[in-house]
């Protein structure tokens, strides 16, 4: 049965958000101990594998569901078993239930090649060294190995002009696949972040009465993610602007002052004290 009290659930990015042009989420760390110490589900919504996921879950003592590569993948702890996963298709692996959502990786890697062999100069994670991907990244090598171990999104870079790579984004699209162009380019089935922030919406509001949701993000590829939620917030670029797609695309969707992890934890520390202010300290509402 639904617990009547109402829940706070927080979805984030990483790369730019959470964790700063270091990779660190040091300037975060005040906000995340509040969000802890309530135990309010905190889901990590990214464009990183399982593994490198797995990595900053771990430091964090994180053991509530996320999302890899841009929405391909739930991963829900079989320990975090009160959510009802039953109404979904799931695969057991490992220590998770998994729903899949995005294409296989062994798929976009050919779709890729293809591509290649059309005279498009994409070279994908895939084709590229550990010490390649390090390289391009700025990731220490034991991180680009995590990097390079995809499932459901190819990461690629392409050199070309705006009518070239309009082009390539029309060959993707041609062959039914979707892409997102950020710092590098993505090539991913029919999955996005949003998709996935829409099933784990309704996983919590079986558990809940009411469920309030929030996101944090900083590209383009956050945006499907900000539209699915109550309270949409968007942090500086490193260049100390927002991304004015996220301005034009998300209604309502909340500046915050300060770059990365330093606007994160002023926007998670204003929300936890406007979502307690009318509730006590385990989230209930004051009757």
Not at 157 to 183: C, H, P, W
Request: with cysteine.
């Amino acid at each position: 049965r639904p617990q009547n009290n109402p829940i706070l659930v927080i979805f984030t990015d990483l790369d730019g958000t959470l964790l700063d042009s270091a990779y660190t989420y040091e300037m975060a760390l005040p906000a995340l101990k509040l969000v802890s110490d309530r135990n309010i589900p905190l889901i990590i919504c990214s464009s990183k594998t399982r593994a490198e996921i797995e990595l900053i879950r771990k430091g964090l003592g994180n053991d509530h569901p996320f999302v890899s590569e841009n929405g391909g993948g739930i991963y829900i702890s079989k320990s975090n078993y009160e959510l009802r996963i039953k109404d979904y298709e799931t695969e057991e692996l490992d220590e998770y239930y998994l729903i899949k959502l995005g294409a296989d990786y062994a798929d976009l890697r050919r779709a890729l090649a293809e591509i290649r062999g059309e005279g498009f100069n994409v070279r994908g994670f895939g084709d590229m060294s550990v010490k390649e991907v390090a390289e391009l990244t700025g990731l220490k090598e034991s991180d680009a190995e995590l990097a390079q171990k995809r499932q459901f999104d190819e990461v690629f870079t392409f050199t070309g002009d705006d009518a070239s790579v309009n082009k390539l984004k029309q060959r993707i699209n041609s062959m039914g696949f979707n892409y997102t162009q950020g710092e590098y380019f993505h090539i991913m089935g029919n999955s996005d972040k949003g998709r996935a922030v829409g099933i784990l919406k309704e996983l919590y509001a079986a558990e809940s009465v009411k469920v309030i949701t929030a996101a944090l993000g900083n590209s383009p590829n956050d945006i499907e993610m900000l539209n699915n939620v109550d309270h949409p917030f968007v942090v500086k670029k490193e260049d100390g602007s927002y991304s004015r797609q996220i301005l034009h695309e998300v209604k309502g969707c909340k500046k915050v002052d300060g770059i990365g992890p330093v606007g994160w934890n002023k926007a998670v520390k204003k929300l936890l004290s406007n979502f307690f202010d009318c509730t006590d300290d385990r989230g209930r509402l004051h009757r």
